[in-house]
């Protein structure tokens, strides 16, 4: 008897291993084993039985299977498949796919017993208040309605819960979970981050008691097998987590919920880069289950499906009775000087109101933080590539004065101009600012004021991130300036006031999805902003006032804005009307062998070519040197699954040179 075995290993051929006599009886699909590959010993899982090899293979010496691990479990068929579908569809080995698998990395290393604590999981130690079970609205009862029926008749499908902001998603999802377990089900709660377990910790325990779990990349390998074996004796029925939650084998699974479904750290940037959304709804289609997906502001492909009634669209057009809607406001930086005030009048007034009445504010930029698009100060114009209708990006080389501008997408360059296109002023207006030069600022006007820093840097350092958000949630501090981390998810009940300083940075990335992204910043803002009963107000700065997204974005439209640009997105064959793939080809060696794969890389992919595909580049990343790496890249527009399938398999038979790298991301939400 033999078995093939996938490894974690980026490669497509799966191993054939003998089965040692004494294995027979135990080997079977799902098995996770150790197996002799070169001079060391691999961990693997069976994917096949084999009872009779295939000629190639009849004369070969096959090594023999060294140990099957957990005798009394295995990966599941629902799980094997799962795996099998995110190597088809995400560009990895199917051993790779499966290391999202807890069992397969659970045991192999050792459990560790330190504990430290993290601003994770000091969020969730830090839970809400308690909250009674409340009275739906009318609104809220024709939502929840088709979603019970579903799960009491065992019936497979998606729910797409469009609420605006404090409209009641969440009673309805613990009333679905309810049903579920009532139908002897389990659930599965994901979120974005971490950090937002903590808005959800105490509301499902407080429901639901101690059948309520909590996965996420930060816990201990104890904690991890202490959660798999409460899970396996029935006593976790409800798992709350990050994306990796989703690949936890939980017993009866029939509900999936995915809050914030629109954001985009369900997509994972490291191999296996699968997206959680997409990986949930096909394990929903697996399991026969449930599956909602709620936002206030949904991505742009999963309202276009629902729309296209591939999703049940459920609509929460209310704010609950006993939730105020926040003012929300527009303030126009723009001077007659060559250079973008930091800060409007109207936000500093706002900002020395707030201090004066002892109420906090949250200062909040990009998440990049800076961001080198051309602006003029005069008309508001924006330079953009007339190809792609994304912002210009500028760069200069060692060793030249003026530089150039230059698109991220389809790599097309122009001289940098003395003069506005559009008005022929002279107010140019280049570059960006970060949030240390924020807070120097903050300083000058209001020397009095406590003001803290949070942002990726701050982030790093688990001391100084705890400090700072504690601080800060004991009304310690007046100002909280951050990042994009900052509205999303945290609850401050102290703060009444939010400002987006620099709304243009985020506007014009250089990014299809810039608008999109900037819509929803705002929108997850004014959720900041009306944690106070009192209510609260949102400042957002910006030279572009009469810009689309921002006007949408104020009026709290969503609708307006998604007609907008689903407009823009099928002029130029952007999802949700063609899938992406970017392929990255990065080495330390020289420049020009870099360039010369890519260019390797397009003549295999030109055939292919026509209507319903693509090809931008290649041309050099963003970042075009990183970690002492050359990169240069190519991006993929596919029209159909077909185009699709036919790209992602001739990446992955592209034979790069000794010591380049070729990355292949499908799906990217990160081109640069």
């Given at each position: 008897m033999w078995v093939d075995v996938a490894l974690p290993l980026p490669l497509e051929n799966l191993f054939t291993y003998k089965v040692p006599e004494k294995f027979c009886k135990e080997i079977g699909l799902g098995k996770i084993v150790t197996v002799p590959l070169g001079n060391r010993f691999s961990r693997g899982v069976v994917v096949k039985e084999v009872q009779e090899l295939p000629p190639k293979l009849e004369n070969s010496n096959i090594k023999e299977v060294h140990e099957i691990l957990s005798l009394d479990s295995a990966i599941s068929k629902i799980y094997l498949d799962l795996t099998f579908w995110i190597k088809e569809q995400y560009a990895c080995s199917w051993g790779e796919a499966l290391t999202l698998i807890p069992?397969?990395?659970?045991?192999?290393?050792g459990l560790s017993r330190k504990k430290s604590t993290t601003l994770a999981e000091t969020l969730v130690e830090d839970v809400l208040g308690k909250e009674p079970r409340l009275s739906l609205t009318e609104e809220q009862n024709s939502a929840l309605e088709p979603i019970q029926q579903a799960i009491m008749n065992?019936?497979?499908?998606?729910?797409?819960?469009?609420?605006?902001?404090?409209?009641?998603?969440?009673?309805?999802y613990l009333r679905a979970i309810s049903k579920a377990l009532a139908q002897g089900k389990s659930a599965?709660?994901?979120?974005?981050?971490?950090?937002?377990?903590?808005?959800?910790?105490?509301i499902l325990r407080k429901r639901f008691g101690e059948q309520v779990g909590?996965?996420?990349?930060?816990?201990?390998?104890?904690?991890?097998?202490?959660?798999?074996?409460?899970?396996?004796e029935k006593k976790i029925n409800i798992l709350l987590g990050a994306r990796s939650a989703l690949f936890v084998p939980m017993e009866r699974l029939g509900l999936i919920i995915l809050d914030e479904e629109h954001d985009f750290s369900y997509k994972q940037e490291e191999k296996p880069r699968y997206h959680a959304r997409e990986a949930a709804l096909k394990l929903g289609e697996l399991i026969q289950g449930v599956v909602i997906l709620g936002s206030a502001t949904p991505s742009l492909e999963s309202f276009y499906r629902a729309l296209k009634k591939e999703f049940h669209l459920l609509e929460l057009t209310k704010r609950v009775p006993s939730s105020r809607v926040p003012q929300l406001y527009l303030a126009d930086r723009r001077?007659?000087?060559?250079?973008?005030?930091?800060?409007?009048?109207?936000?500093?007034?706002?900002?020395?109101?707030?201090?004066?009445?002892?109420?906090?504010?949250?200062?909040?930029?990009?998440?990049?933080?800076?961001?080198?698009?051309?602006?003029?100060?005069?008309?508001?114009?924006?330079?953009k590539c007339s190809?792609?209708?994304?912002?210009?990006?500028?760069?200069?080389?060692?060793?030249?004065?003026?530089?150039?501008?230059?698109?991220?997408?389809?790599?097309?360059?122009?001289?940098?101009?003395?003069?506005?296109?559009?008005?022929?002023?002279?107010?140019?207006?280049?570059?960006?600012?970060?949030?240390?030069?924020?807070?120097?600022?903050?300083?000058?006007?209001?020397?009095?004021?406590?003001?803290?820093?949070?942002?990726?840097?701050?982030?790093?350092?688990?001391?100084?991130?705890?400090?700072?958000?504690?601080?800060?949630?004991?009304?310690?501090?007046?100002?909280?300036?951050?990042?994009?981390?900052?509205?999303?998810?945290?609850?401050?009940?102290?703060?009444?006031?939010?400002?987006?300083?620099?709304?243009?940075?985020?506007?014009?990335h250089p990014?299809?999805?810039?608008?999109?992204?900037?819509?929803?910043?705002?929108?997850?803002?004014?959720?900041r902003a009306g944690r106070n009963p009192e209510g609260g107000e949102v400042i957002v700065q910006t030279a572009l006032p009469d810009h689309y997204t921002l006007q949408t974005a104020i009026s709290q439209n969503y609708r307006a804005f998604y007609e907008k640009e689903i407009e823009f997105r099928k002029s130029l064959f952007y999802p949700p009307f063609s899938k992406l793939v970017l392929f990255r080809i990065q080495s330390s060696k020289k420049k020009d062998l870099?360039?010369?794969?890519?260019?390797?890389?397009?003549?295999?992919?030109?055939?292919?070519?026509?209507?319903?595909?693509?090809?931008?580049?290649?041309?050099?990343?963003?970042?075009?040197?990183?970690?002492?790496?050359?990169?240069?890249?190519?991006?993929?527009?596919?029209?159909?699954?077909?185009?699709?399938?036919?790209?992602?398999?001739?990446?992955?038979?592209?034979?790069?040179k000794s010591g380049i790298k070729i990355v292949i991301d499908v799906d990217p939400y990160d081109v640069l």
């Open positions: 069992s397969f990395n659970i045991e192999k290393r065992g019936i497979h499908e998606n729910f797409l819960l469009f609420g605006v902001t404090a409209s009641g998603k969440t009673e309805i599965i709660f994901l979120v974005p981050e971490i950090s937002l377990c903590s808005a959800f910790w105490d909590l996965w996420h990349s930060q816990m201990s390998f104890n904690e991890r097998n202490r959660i798999l074996k409460e899970i396996k001077t007659h000087s060559k250079n973008l005030a930091i800060f409007s009048p109207e936000l500093l007034q706002a900002i020395s109101k707030a201090i004066l009445r002892r109420e906090q504010v949250i200062l909040a930029l990009n998440r990049r933080g800076f961001s080198t698009f051309l602006l003029c100060v005069l008309c508001g114009f924006v330079w190809n792609c209708n994304l912002a210009f990006v500028f760069h200069r080389e060692e060793g030249e004065e003026e530089g150039r501008l230059r698109c991220h997408y389809c790599f097309e360059e122009k001289p940098m101009p003395k003069v506005c296109f559009n008005c022929t002023g002279e107010s140019l207006f280049l570059g960006g600012f970060g949030t240390q030069k924020i807070v120097q600022e903050l300083k000058k006007n209001f020397s009095f004021a406590r003001i803290l820093r949070l942002d990726r840097d701050t982030a790093r350092k688990k001391k100084v991130s705890l400090e700072t958000y504690k601080t800060f949630k004991e009304e310690s501090a007046d100002i909280l300036v951050g990042t994009q981390m900052v509205v999303q998810g945290f609850d401050f009940p102290g703060v009444r006031l939010v400002g987006i300083v620099d709304a243009d940075t985020a506007l014009h990014d299809f999805r810039a608008s999109e992204r900037t819509f929803q910043w705002i929108i997850q803002a004014s959720g870099v360039i010369a794969e890519a260019e390797r890389l397009k003549e295999l992919l030109v055939p292919f070519k026509g209507e319903e595909f693509q090809i931008l580049g290649p041309g050099p990343s963003s970042r075009e040197i990183l970690r002492k790496q050359n990169r240069w890249q190519i991006l993929v527009k596919c029209g159909n699954k077909e185009s699709l399938q036919k790209v992602i398999k001739a990446g992955q038979s592209f034979q790069t």
